[in-house]
């Protein structure tokens, strides 16, 4: 017995050994755990289930000049419950309210709510999806629901935040404001994307089931920083007149792709740009912006820079008699043809510019120039049309003229830059040319952006920027002037005449080329200029005498069974933006004051900020303010906001000074 009782008591010294080393490494690791690696360990553990979320902060503002919106950060929010926070005696008690306060506001029956709800419970649902993007006000108010109101923890309460880009006035000038996002950088939202970029805030998150993260506090623990705003030159009455006259005339038209641009003829502010495209459908939308980007032969529109030159060299003076013989001539075994078949016989070179004779001015430039084609591209540069004009947009198209000494050039080269073939340049540039004829010479940069602001303080001004300060002598401005002036009294563009106010200008008709590529059987077709697709332009200014305004529109592939010439498809657009500004602005087009303008958005900025800082519980008066600016105003105050119309505010529902209760419905009538 002795020796059973003593081997039971060695394996039992066995098993108490083993069980102390065994107690000893776990404390050993206890301690590792808690006091010397316990700071690393907590530190992953909050990693893991708490992390910072970022709260991007809104983008500036894009601002017309006179203060109505362009472009503008609306704050949507997704919402969700957290089902397993709620206790289970209130869940049950007040299910039926929260089902009843959703159905109100997001239309569907209170027992599909009921069920959805109920339902998440019995699945341990910690991220049930309730509502996306809804806006600032149904925010406010659902946080107020049954059980909602008991908050994050209590009330499963799970709000995200993000914020949306809205264009107030619609499609509109879309491409020109652009956007920064997926699709890349354009217009001046891409231009100046690093300016209106807000500083980001934080909030703390914490990882629940399935790896959702939800927000542990109702508050962000870093409020996010708004960005800069960015003051336009666009001008929302002038660009809705360009708009609307552009997209009547390519309707008619049925044309491919057009636009029109308005420029402030001192300042080389643009006050106006609409880019249209056609679908398959036959709508039109800001497709590209064919105003900056696309660069194309204009045709006689560059009969201008022509005559120009053969004025500053002294060539030839607006009396010389150049003989258009019958309206066709032949260079090289290539023919050069009127419009007219007749001819115009011998004429003088003031009359070839108004008639827009092809025969002439390539006679004119070919008997000047034929031996040193140089002196002609030299003044071609002179004018500053080899030049980009700068404009901060991306995707500027290129200038292109030949270079006599290139190996391009060609024995006819001269001859058919002399109409506007064989060299390309973006409508805005030739606009820019045109713009210098009528500012005295001055050729200044176009701008779409006059300042950079946060919360109505300036922080950056653009200021006008001169390119050359005189482009010609005024002699010869004053020649060519008084020519384009004719072309619409009784020249190409007499049809678009009035006697109630002065323009002048040059039309444009040119055949596109075909470029020369592979079709679909793999053969080379194209590479000539096509008898069925043209480009019909006209550029020009108004008034005559101290032009306030120039503008250039330029229409692509119109229905030739319809018309196609500039005088009849560019030009009537031109004379329609030019009526409509003399009629709808007249004191403004007798002259150029910077500052009304400026004052113009100080006003709206001080307002906005005036009302915002003294209005909580009662109405403020928002008639005379632009639309989008009431509506930002109002919606602060936790007012739900509808309005018809574009423009500033003419009439409120809520009179001002009465009381209001956040979450009421104000309407507005805009002008």
Request: aromatic share 10%; no cysteine.
């Given at each position: 017995m002795s020796k059973i009782k003593k081997s039971i008591l060695n394996r039992l010294y066995v098993v108490v050994v083993l069980m102390s080393l065994f107690l000893l490494v776990i404390s050993a690791k206890i301690f590792d755990l808690q006091y010397v690696e316990g700071d690393k360990y907590k530190k992953l553990a909050l990693e893991t289930t708490i992390k910072n979320d970022t709260i991007f902060g809104n983008r500036g503002n894009v601002y017309a000049a006179d203060g109505n919106l362009l472009a503008t950060s609306i704050s949507n929010y997704t919402i969700r419950m957290d089902v397993m926070s709620v206790d289970k005696r209130v869940f049950g008690k007040r299910v039926g309210e929260l089902a009843v306060s959703l159905s109100e506001m997001l239309g569907k029956t209170p027992s599909y709510y009921e069920n959805k709800l109920s339902q998440a419970r019995e699945r341990g649902n910690r991220y049930l999806l309730i509502a996306r993007n809804i806006g600032y006000n149904d925010y406010m108010k659902m946080k107020t629901f049954p059980i909602f109101n008991l908050g994050v923890y209590r009330g499963g309460f799970i709000a995200e935040q993000k914020a949306v880009r809205e264009h107030p006035i619609g499609k509109i000038a879309e491409r020109t404001v652009g956007y920064n996002d997926h699709r890349g950088g354009a217009g001046i939202e891409g231009a100046f994307s690093d300016y209106m970029k807000g500083e980001n805030g934080w909030r703390l998150k914490q990882k629940i089931a399935k790896g959702q993260w939800k927000p542990i506090n109702d508050e962000n623990e870093k409020e996010p920083q708004d960005g800069k705003d960015v003051i336009t030159t666009i001008d929302v009455n002038i660009q809705d007149i360009t708009h609307y006259a552009l997209l009547r005339q390519m309707e008619y038209f049925e044309a491919d792709h057009g636009c029109a641009v308005v420029m402030e003829t001192l300042t080389g502010e643009v006050k106006a740009i609409s880019n249209l495209g056609r679908t398959s459908t036959g709508k039109y939308y800001e497709k590209r912006n064919y105003a900056v980007w696309e660069s194309h032969e204009p045709g006689s529109t560059f009969k201008l820079a022509s005559l120009m030159a053969l004025l500053e060299d002294r060539a030839l003076d607006t009396s010389s008699v150049i003989d258009t013989e019958k309206g066709r001539i032949f260079i090289n075994n290539r023919k050069v043809e009127d419009s007219s078949w007749e001819g115009y016989g011998k004429i003088s070179l003031a009359r070839v510019f108004e008639v827009s004779s092809n025969v002439g001015i390539v006679k004119a430039v070919r008997k000047e120039y034929d031996k040193t084609p140089e002196r002609f591209i030299k003044k071609i540069k002179k004018f500053g049309l080899d030049q980009q004009t700068g404009v901060k947009i991306v995707g500027e198209g290129k200038p292109f003229i030949l270079d006599p000494k290139g190996a391009q050039w060609s024995p006819i080269a001269l001859e058919w830059m002399a109409w506007g073939y064989g060299i390309s340049l973006t409508p805005l540039q030739m606009l820019m040319f045109y713009n210098a004829v009528a500012n005295d010479g001055q050729m200044v940069k176009p701008r779409?952006?006059?300042?950079?602001?946060?919360?109505?303080?300036?922080?950056?001004?653009?200021?006008?920027?001169?390119?050359?300060?005189?482009?010609?002598?005024?002699?010869?401005?004053?020649?060519?002037?008084?020519?384009?002036?004719?072309?619409?009294?009784?020249?190409?563009?007499?049809?678009?005449?009035?006697?109630?106010?002065?323009?002048?200008?040059?039309?444009?008709?040119?055949?596109?080329?075909?470029?020369?590529?592979?079709?679909?059987?793999?053969?080379?077709?194209?590479?000539?200029?096509?008898?069925?697709?043209?480009?019909?332009?006209?550029?020009?200014f108004f008034p005559v005498e101290n032009p306030k305004y120039s503008c250039i529109v330029v229409v692509h592939e119109p229905n030739t069974l319809k018309g196609y010439y500039g005088a009849e498809v560019a030009a009537p657009v031109f004379k329609e933006i030019a009526h409509k500004i003399y009629t709808s602005t007249p004191s403004s087009v007798q002259s150029v004051t910077d500052s009304v303008v400026i004052a113009s958005v100080d006003k709206n900025y001080d307002k906005y900020y005036q009302i915002t800082d003294k209005y909580k519980t009662i109405m403020p008066k928002v008639v005379g303010l632009g639309g989008m600016d009431a509506v930002s105003i109002l919606e602060n105050l936790g007012l739900k906001v509808k309005f018809t119309g574009l423009g500033k505010v003419k009439e409120q529902s809520i009179p001002k000074g009465e009381k209001i209760k956040k979450g009421s419905t104000v309407y507005l009538k805009l002008s």
């Open positions: 779409f952006v006059k300042e950079l602001r946060r919360d109505g303080k300036v922080l950056e001004k653009f200021d006008k920027e001169i390119l050359n300060e005189k482009i010609a002598s005024q002699e010869t401005i004053d020649k060519v002037t008084r020519i384009m002036e004719n072309v619409v009294k009784k020249g190409t563009a007499e049809k678009i005449y009035s006697p109630n106010f002065s323009m002048a200008g040059k039309t444009g008709t040119a055949k596109k080329w075909i470029p020369r590529k592979k079709n679909k059987e793999g053969k080379y077709e194209g590479g000539y200029y096509s008898n069925k697709k043209y480009v019909a332009s006209f550029a020009g």
